[in-house]
């Protein structure tokens, strides 16, 4: 019989990967833009992403929760949580950047 994992283990393990999938993706990034004739929009991009696998990674019991149960959570403004939502903005804000520099330079 398989041994049971509990809830924190899980958490721990997807903010693991959220964590590492981030690196992943910054690593491939600056590869890319140096090996790519600098292209700065998918720079950009990879940092976006970057960011927002890390704010998802600052909240991993989201991972486990029904859509739901994430809507009427209370607003808890928390460090993390506005840790968190800044993480958020600025990747957004940054994927915006690069596809309009994609659509201008292109």
């Known amino acids: 019989m398989a041994p049971r994992v509990n809830l924190a283990t899980k958490r721990l393990l997807a ?3 959220c ?3 981030a690196l992943g993706v910054m690593v491939y990034g600056v ?3 140096y090996l790519d004739q600098l292209v700065l929009p998918e720079l950009t991009r990879s940092f976006a992403v970057a960011l927002l696998l890390v704010g998802m990674g600052l909240a991993p019991q989201l991972f486990f929760m029904s859509v739901s149960q994430i809507i ?3 607003e808890n403004m928390t460090l993390t949580a506005k840790l968190q939502g800044y993480l958020f903005n600025l990747g ?3 994927l915006i950047c690069s596809l309009l520099m994609e659509w201008l330079y292109h």
Request: proline residues 7%; glycine residues 0%; contains cysteine.
């Open 15 to 17: 903010a693991c990967l």
């Open 19 to 21: 964590y590492a999938v």
């Open 31 to 33: 590869n890319a833009f």
């Open 72 to 74: 009427s959570q209370p």
């Open 92 to 94: 957004v804000f940054l």
